[in-house]
């Protein structure tokens, strides 16, 4: 059974950072793409950051030179740091992992920021 549990969400005013957490079981991150998505109010989730491959990254336009994705392959964590942080920012993120063709997902942390 796979879990991603995430952590790190808050509140924080513009130009900020936060870093999110997601730590996994029942999977192994090293090996399986795995990233970063949100989902804004009335919006499509969309993704933010992932690691498409082993060491191939992929990030967002809007967030570009601004987050920052890494893996520790050892605790089987995810983590997004996030800097400069924009009011259109704000949304529910969510960890992502993929293995053979099925996707799962974390429960969502609430990120907030304020102008």
């Known amino acids: 059974q796979v879990q991603l549990v995430e952590s790190g969400g808050g509140l924080v005013q513009a130009g900020g950072s936060l870093r999110l957490s997601c730590a996994a079981s029942?999977?192994?991150?090293?090996?399986?793409?795995v990233g970063w998505y949100r989902q804004a109010p009335g919006k499509q989730r969309e993704l933010v950051a992932i690691?498409?491959?082993?060491?191939?990254?992929n990030y967002a336009d809007s967030v570009k030179g601004r987050f920052t994705i890494s893996r520790d392959n050892a605790k089987n964590t995810l983590t997004l740091q996030m800097n400069s942080l924009k009011p259109e920012d704000t949304a529910v993120y969510y960890c992502?992992?993929?293995?053979?063709?099925?996707?799962?997902w974390g429960q969502g942390t609430q990120v907030t920021v304020s102008p």
């Open positions: 992502y992992a993929a293995r053979r063709f099925t996707h799962y």
């Open positions: 029942g999977i192994t991150f090293s090996i399986n793409p």
């Open positions: 690691f498409s491959s082993s060491i191939s990254t």
